[in-house]
């Protein structure tokens, strides 16, 4: 299991999220899937966008949405999953440091699941198809932009590059993907 503390960014700090900590393992038996969650401490001031269809959708990072990118290593080219509470979500390929765009062809749909209830927590969970990486010998960053009822905007990773938020900064893959289990 391994579980991850989020930064925000220093130029973009939250009013009132706390915390932001994500787990992410792969899941026994299969390789190149991974479970992926995300925990998100807030005063009650987290702004979630409203619920629709489970679909692949563009843009979901200008509200609340969590990400994962993943880079082999050795390599430039990276992808990039876009996990919304609305359950909306995206998967693109790189070629590299923000050039080469496309979506990426999965096995399978991000399942999309979250708690919103429990009182100062929210939750997002999914399962993701890494097959399409070359190796899962990879470099990650893990991210978040969240949205507060106040228009408050904060960018949440691992490590924070340069002066303004840029989650597809190599320099910003700090952790390395978890390695699947032995079959």
Known sequence: MADYSLIPHPDAPPEGVTAVSVRLDPVNGRQS??????????????????????????????????EVFVMPDGGSDYIEFNLSPSFRWAAYGFDGY???????DLAFDPEIEITPDTPGWFWLAAELDLSSLASLNAKMNLTAVIEETDGTKSFWALAHAIEVPDFHNADCFTASLPAPAAS
């Open 98 to 104: 923000r050039s080469g765009m496309h979506n990426v």
């Open 33 to 66: 899937e991974y479970f992926v969650e995300f925990r998100i401490a807030h005063d009650g001031s987290l702004l979630l966008p409203p619920m629709l269809e489970p679909a692949r959708a563009d843009e979901l990072w200008k509200t609340t949405c969590c």
